[in-house]
């Protein structure tokens, strides 16, 4: 800041792009570690006794039952930066001859490059560990390994009309992310297009959209909202004062984890949700600067970053159909149905166990994820649309296209 501790608040037309700007390292940060925590968090909950059944917790364990307990706030994160960077995408491209057709190519490749495969390792894990017998899949929506459930959860219907495919409660987020994907551009439609039938029709879809869908997916757009709305607002500030803002919202987060009903999104959530968002996208948008060269904590935290961000939507997918097959193969070999939070070597079986799930995300990541840009070239080109130039990596770049869903 110049002469003054106050933040200066400005609005631009787009979030600035570079890999080397601090926000784009922390998008690609916050993803990774968002992704990690969810997994490690399932984990606990599926492998270890929960915190209130238990008469006298051990110290030890209230503590790794807190530090695990941050699911909700890392969804909460998938929403705001798939709002920037998704959301932000869009507006910027807009005026684009063919903006939405591009658009709609993008969101179909990145969630079905993932899904697909995933639905089949699914099958799969499910048919080795027992939870799916031959012969058992069939169309009715209310077995949750049907065909129908297969290509629901595809098309973002699981909480909507069906369950989670195969039991992966996981799922019910992508469904939230599938119709913020279809709602935004009606509604940049809404507000851009100066034909009268466009505007009613994208009225009308918009209405259409908020009267079928639960209540609570039409409630939090409006998370997914700010992160669009923070894509294009530029905070300058000391960098005293931005690392002095990471105190409350990380006392606030804290909080709400103590306090709140972390397993649920719904209108009793929905306030909190927003002070969280609006403290983390605040901080965001103060950290749209370059790194300097001799940064020491720049280049390894945007590596480690870009590693986990990666395969993240591979971690987030995938985990809970590896922890059903672990849990079934613990069983089998090791007669353990549990793990019990009095034996050490139990704590060892669960980190290796969350090692597994990294390495087998990854795995996935380099087999199918990684292939997500050379599909949708593919898939430009059958459409008659021009393509960039491929990148040096199979990924789009952190500001760009590394987006949970992007």
Same mark, same amino acid.
């Given at each position: !800041?110049r ?11 787009? /979030? ?8 784009s390292i ?7 570690? +968002?992704?990690v ?5 399932h $984990?606990?909950a599926? !492998?270890y006794?929960?915190l209130? #059944?238990?008469?006298d917790? /051990?110290l ?6 807190? +530090? ?6 890392a ?22 001859r ?11 490749t ?21 939870? $799916? ?5 069939? %169309? ?5 390994f /049907?065909?129908v459930?297969?290509?629901?959860n ?10 989670e ?10 469904a939230?992310?599938?119709?913020y ?36 997916i ?8 700010l ?14 004062l ?10 606030t987060s804290a909080?709400?984890?103590? #306090?709140?009903?972390?397993?649920r999104?719904?209108?009793?959530t929905?306030? !909190? ?8 996208l ?9 790194a300097?060269?001799t940064? +020491? ?9 870009? %590693? ?10 995938l985990?809970l159909?590896?922890i059903?097959?672990?849990?079934h =193969?613990?069983q089998t070999? $090791?007669g353990? @149905?549990?793990? &019990? ?8 079986i669960? =980190?290796?166990m969350?090692?597994?799930?990294l ?6 990541? $380099?087999?199918?994820?990684s292939?997500?840009y ?11 649309? @021009? ?8 990924t789009?770049p952190?500001?760009?296209? &590394?987006?949970?869903? @992007?």
């Amino acid at each position: !800041m110049r002469g003054s501790w106050l933040p200066e608040v400005a609005i631009q037309r787009q /979030s600035p792009i570079g890999e080397d700007y601090w926000h784009s390292i922390a998008i690609s940060a916050a993803r990774g570690l +968002a992704a990690v925590v969810v997994a490690a968090a399932h $984990l606990r909950a599926e !492998m270890y006794p929960g915190l209130r #059944t238990l008469d006298d917790p /051990s110290l030890w364990f209230q503590a790794f039952a807190f +530090a695990t307990g941050f699911a909700h706030q890392a969804v909460l994160v998938f929403f705001v930066i798939s709002g920037w960077l998704v959301g932000g995408s869009l507006l910027q491209k807009m005026d684009q001859r063919g903006a939405c057709i591009d658009y709609a190519i993008d969101r179909v490749t990145r969630l079905w490059t993932v899904l697909i495969p995933t639905f089949v390792l699914t099958v799969v894990f499910g048919l080795a560990s027992g939870l $799916l017998h031959p012969g058992s899949v069939d %169309f009715s929506p209310a077995n949750e390994f /049907s065909a129908v459930s297969f290509v629901g959860n595809l098309l973002g219907l699981q909480s909507v009309v069906l369950d989670e495919f195969g039991g992966n409660y996981a799922l019910w987020s992508l469904a939230n992310e599938t119709w913020y994907y279809i709602a935004f551009p009606l509604l940049v439609l809404l507000f851009t297009v100066r034909h009268p039938s466009t505007r009613i029709a994208s009225l009308a879809g918009l209405a259409l959209l908020g009267a079928l869908l639960p209540v609570e997916i039409v409630m939090y757009f409006a998370i997914w909202l700010l992160g669009v709305a923070f894509s294009r607002i530029r905070i300058a500030c000391s960098g005293w004062l931005r690392c002095a803002w990471l105190l409350p919202l990380l006392a606030t987060s804290a909080y709400f984890r103590l #306090t709140a009903d972390n397993d649920r999104f719904d209108r009793t959530t929905l306030g !909190m949700d927003f002070l969280l968002s609006l403290m983390f996208l605040a901080l965001l948008a103060s950290l749209q600067f370059r790194a300097t060269s001799t940064s +020491a904590l720049a280049r390894p935290l945007a590596r480690t970053g870009q %590693f986990f961000a990666e395969f993240s939507f591979s971690l987030y997918v995938l985990h809970l159909p590896l922890i059903f097959l672990l849990q079934h =193969l613990l069983q089998t070999h $090791l007669g353990l @149905r549990q793990l &019990s939070p009095e034996e050490p070597l139990h704590f060892a079986i669960y =980190l290796a166990m969350l090692g597994t799930l990294l390495f087998g995300a990854y795995l996935s990541y $380099l087999l199918f994820e990684s292939r997500t840009y050379r599909l949708r070239r593919v898939i430009k080109a059958l459409a008659g649309r @021009r393509t960039g130039p491929m990148p040096a990596t199979a990924t789009a770049p952190v500001n760009a296209g &590394s987006n949970t869903h @992007r």
